[in-house]
């Protein structure tokens, strides 16, 4: 295979983002949509070129394929080469992010259309799939970290790309503040294994942990501070506060980075390094556990929340806390299957979310109802995406979710107790949502994301809105489907959860007999149960369990009062209040005045020189001769 095709599927969108860029402003006014066309054209290449690699990669010995690297920086003894790694891991990862970008790039095209800043749009969109696909190839740490820190800049322009709106500025410099602090955490594991390897390349450094000689507790800490970075761009506690406030930026931009771009980041991060944190106990029982507390703790959020983009969000922070419990507890393919098949039903949900808006103008799912019969597309491609996130057999949800806690099972029984509550809490969450907006009678809209209201009422999305969506609905029915027999697992070198099967019928209907699974969908079937009765059937009434409740939805629907701890009292009263005010007065009365008080020293001394310096000879005389004696005396009574 042609060694170009990798390097062409990381650059097509570069070249996408230089064009609209530099080539195509003059014709901005004539061809309104060919930025649209031109990023389209590029990721639709590289999606083909992927499924290509892909191909080579299944075919290729060790599921691995060698291309040659670049020398990029030279620099005495140190040599930096730009390289790429082709493995399965990186085959899966392209074939994703190239697949669900260009359906978003397609969607996005009815979704902007008329928006004063559409070809900055698609500029930044060719920017973030880029640096995403520049992260997932990347085969030494210098060059990942380079396309880790162009993954927070293109997420920081796209959140903030209506900059006009406050809420949308803040959200972006949140997002860029609070995962740099997770990417303090990679950038020291980076140094610290730089400081004992010698080299930044992955496969050698891979190689060592393997080979016991990177271990111990240069390892622990080495894995411990991967998964701070991972932690940051994945939304893991105590890290998560800026996905929610993610949610200021366009509806497209919300489904690629919660499905496979920035959030993905983390969760690749520590697949990536998996032989690092294989053997490092203490790092795996960190990674599980931060991952399990999380799919509880954004679970609990999610019931409560009444605008239809934040529940979402706090559903993937849910699902990425699982996937960080199935890394943790059943190894790189566990957690990775989940990633894949999550990126297609939650690309679809906010889809579909956008979908709303455009036809009521709202987010706020109050001001929603009875949409099935206006929006039929949407409605049917939502209830798969969310009978997916549910975990329903056969989608595609029920298998890897399944995997994870079955694996959790083995593993830890703290963990697998909360990973069913969070199953039985997704599915009542998720068709809350449903039952909401889709149900009952319409009840209203409000000023749409590009302002006004649609006096049409409610109605389908275009075609080429609904068209990705229907793609993606397939894709949350069958992509699950790959690993039933282990396929995937296999291919990505790592065992399954230990139950052997032989054919993909046994498979398909075997998981139904496996006591874990079964309770798991069972769990589900009755958080759609409670839901149904709760805001469909109205057996039970939403605001007499709001009120018995009333502790528990104040603190969830507060969101534990994470924002404030973090803006009013860690930022304002312990940094500027605080340190920042100490670190101030310390400049300004040592420093400062340190400096002041050696000018002013100096200045007086001049002054005392200069009314010594009078100009008069007589008097200097007099000093000289006063000199001349003062050496005589001391010579006589030293000498």
């Given at each position: 295979m042609p060694h170009q095709i990798p390097w062409l599927i990381f650059l097509l969108p570069v070249f996408s983002l230089i064009i609209i860029s530099f080539i195509l402003?003059?014709?901005?006014?004539?061809?309104?949509?060919?930025?649209?066309?031109?990023?389209?054209?590029?990721?639709?290449?590289?999606?083909?070129?992927?499924?290509w690699v892909l191909a080579e990669v299944f075919g290729a010995p060790g599921h691995k394929l060698e291309i040659p690297d670049i020398q990029w920086v030279v620099i005495g003894d140190l040599s930096v080469h730009v390289g790429l790694m082709v493995d399965s891991l990186t085959a899966v990862m392209v074939v994703l992010v190239t697949l669900v970008s260009l359906m978003v790039q397609i969607y996005s095209q009815g979704y902007m259309h008329g928006d004063p800043g559409y070809h900055r749009y698609f500029a930044f969109m060719s920017l973030f799939t880029a640096c995403m696909l520049?992260?997932?190839?990347?085969?030494?740490?210098?060059?990942?970290?380079?396309?880790?820190?162009?993954?927070?800049?293109?997420?920081?322009?796209?959140?903030?790309?209506?900059?006009h709106r406050p809420s949308a500025a803040n959200a972006a410099k949140k997002a860029f503040i609070v995962t740099r602090?997770?990417?303090?955490?990679?950038?020291?594991?980076?140094?610290?294994?730089?400081?004992?390897?010698?080299?930044?390349?992955?496969?050698?450094?891979?190689?060592?942990?393997?080979?016991?000689?990177?271990?111990?507790?240069?390892?622990?800490?080495?894995?411990?501070?991967?998964?701070?970075?991972?932690?940051?761009?994945?939304?893991?506690?105590?890290?998560?506060?800026?996905?929610?406030?993610?949610?200021?930026?366009?509806?497209?931009?919300s489904s690629l980075i919660h499905a496979a771009t920035m959030v993905a980041a983390g969760v690749f991060l520590v697949a990536r390094f998996s032989p690092l944190f294989e053997h490092s106990e203490v790092?795996?029982?960190?990674?599980?556990?931060?991952?399990?507390?999380?799919?509880?703790?954004?679970?609990?959020?999610?019931?409560?929340?009444?605008?239809?983009?934040?529940?979402?969000?706090?559903?993937?922070?849910?699902?990425?806390?699982?996937?960080?419990?199935?890394?943790?507890?059943?190894?790189?393919?566990?957690?990775?299957?989940?990633?894949?098949?999550?990126?297609?039903?939650?690309?679809?949900?906010?889809?579909?979310?956008?979908?709303?808006?455009?036809?009521?103008?709202?987010?706020?799912?109050?001001?929603?109802?009875?949409?099935?019969?206006?929006?039929?597309?949407?409605?049917?491609?939502?209830l798969i995406a969310s009978l997916s996130l549910a975990g329903i057999w056969p989608f595609s949800g029920f298998w890897s979710k399944d995997d994870i806690v079955v694996s959790a099972f083995a593993g830890n029984s703290i963990l697998f107790y909360l990973s069913m509550i969070t199953v039985f809490m997704t599915a009542f969450y998720i068709f809350r949502v449903i039952f909401l907006t889709f149900g009952g009678e319409y009840r209203g809209g409000a000023p749409s994301e590009h302002g006004g209201h649609e006096p049409q009422g409610p109605h389908e999305s275009s075609k080429v809105m609904v068209i990705p969506m229907v793609f993606l609905a397939a894709m949350s029915i069958f992509s699950g489907w790959f690993n039933i027999t282990g396929g995937f697992n296999e291919f990505m070198g790592h065992a399954g959860h230990g139950h052997e099967v032989h054919s993909f019928a046994e498979g398909f209907f075997g998981m139904l007999t496996h006591p874990v699974a079964l309770l798991s969908l069972l769990l589900a079937v009755l958080g759609i149960l409670l839901a149904y009765a709760m805001y469909s059937a109205k057996w039970v009434s939403a605001v007499a369990v709001g009120r018995v409740f009333k502790p528990f939805y104040t603190l969830f629907s507060r969101?534990?009062?994470?924002?404030?701890l973090y803006e009013r009292v860690i930022v304002v009263r312990v940094l500027v209040d605080g340190i920042f005010a100490a670190l101030d007065f310390f400049d300004a009365r040592v420093v400062d005045g340190a400096v002041n008080g050696v000018a002013e020293g100096t200045a007086a001394a001049g002054k005392a020189v200069r009314r010594v310096q009078t100009g008069q000879l007589q008097v200097y005389a007099m000093a000289i001769a006063v000199g001349v004696v003062a050496i005589a005396v001391c010579y006589y009574v030293f000498g």
């Open positions: 402003r003059p014709f901005f006014n004539h061809r309104p949509k060919l930025s649209g066309y031109v990023t389209i054209g590029a990721i639709g290449i590289a999606c083909a070129f992927s499924f520049g992260l997932v190839m990347a085969d030494n740490l210098v060059f990942m970290f380079l396309f880790w820190e162009g993954v927070g800049l293109g997420s920081y322009l796209l959140i903030g790309f209506w900059f602090f997770g990417d303090l955490g990679f950038l020291a594991a980076i140094l610290l294994l730089f400081y004992h390897t010698g080299t930044f390349d992955i496969a050698e450094l891979h190689g060592l942990a393997i080979a016991g000689v990177l271990a111990g507790t240069t390892l622990t800490w080495v894995a411990i501070g991967i998964f701070a970075g991972a932690a940051g761009k994945s939304a893991q506690f105590p890290l998560h506060v800026w996905l929610p406030d993610a949610m200021e930026g366009p509806t497209p931009v790092a795996l029982t960190t990674v599980a556990a931060i991952g399990g507390f999380t799919a509880i703790f954004a679970a609990s959020m999610g019931l409560v929340m009444t605008d239809i983009k934040r529940v979402l969000a706090y559903s993937t922070i849910s699902q990425l806390g699982y996937m960080m419990l199935g890394l943790g507890t059943g190894g790189m393919a566990v957690g990775i299957i989940h990633l894949v098949n999550h990126a297609f039903f939650k690309c679809l949900l906010f889809l579909g979310a956008g979908s709303i808006n455009h036809s009521t103008g709202t987010f706020d799912m109050r001001e929603m109802g009875g949409l099935r019969k206006a929006m039929p597309w949407t409605f049917a491609t939502f969101k534990y009062w994470m924002d404030e």
